[in-house]
């Protein structure tokens, strides 16, 4: 039981270039979120999924778009880094019955430079 | 709108001492209201929740009560231990339905504990 796993841990992009932030879980949950964190700020959410077939933005969606590809994974795309998006990403995901307890991925850290 | 404000870190203590990491937040409603750890290296973990007025969360130690009168959520601990130290994070949750879980988070505030 893996729990929240996240691909990869570290990257490195040029400006205008794009990637592909991968996120899985094995526990069966409804729910997967996206968020980012920086200094000083907390965590932020990008976007999230609350079933299977639905996405919505959460509070800064600007220069990303996700993809909740089956219950298990849940991707987030920037399809034209810019250095304000250098940060670390974390995905996290909740059961239906307990939508308060979030379970975190170990995250991922991006530089865009 | 809604929000939570933490104390500045970082929080340097020796072990054994007391610890207060202070939270308020401003919501509509009744929000539930959550400690979330970070560990170095790692992911967030929720730490402790109190999901009405006057409840207190408690887990290995740490605890906080939810004041609605205050509108705080403060973390204290009786006795730190190097093992401890991560960044705290303070949470809500909007009540009502149909909120999917959203979290909105404080800024978080490191603790080092010193042996």
């Known amino acids: 039981n893996a729990g929240v796993t996240q691909t990869p841990k570290f990257q490195v992009l040029k400006t205008g270039q794009s990637m592909t932030l991968q996120c899985a879980q094995d526990m069966n949950h409804n729910s997967m979120y996206w968020y980012r964190q920086d200094p000083g700020m907390g965590l932020r959410l990008i976007y999230y999924s609350a079933s299977e077939g639905t996405t919505d933005k959460g509070e800064v969606p600007n220069g990303y778009n996700v993809s909740r590809l089956n219950k298990r994974e849940f991707s987030l795309r920037l399809e034209s880094a810019a250095p304000s998006q250098t940060s670390v990403y974390f995905c996290?995901?909740?059961?239906?019955?307990?939508?308060?307890?979030?379970?975190f991925g170990p995250g991922t850290r991006l530089t865009v430079t | 709108g809604n929000s939570v404000t933490q104390m500045e870190g970082p929080v340097t203590l020796s072990e054994e001492a007391f610890l207060t990491i202070n939270c308020t937040y401003t919501?509509?409603?009744?929000?539930?209201l959550f400690w979330y750890v970070q560990y170095p290296g790692e992911g967030l973990q929720l730490l402790l929740k109190?999901?009405?007025?006057?409840d207190k969360g408690s887990n290995k130690g740490f605890e906080a009560t939810y004041r609605k009168e205050t509108t705080s959520f403060h973390l204290e601990k009786g006795s730190v231990q190097v093992s401890d130290s991560a960044v705290y994070f303070c949470a809500l949750k909007r009540g009502g339905s149909g909120n999917t879980g959203k979290l909105i988070f404080g800024q978080g505030t490191t603790l080092q504990v010193k042996p």
């Open positions: 919501a509509t409603g009744y929000p539930s």
């Open positions: 996290a995901s909740s059961a239906g019955g307990n939508p308060y307890e979030q379970y």
């Open positions: 109190a999901t009405k007025a006057d």
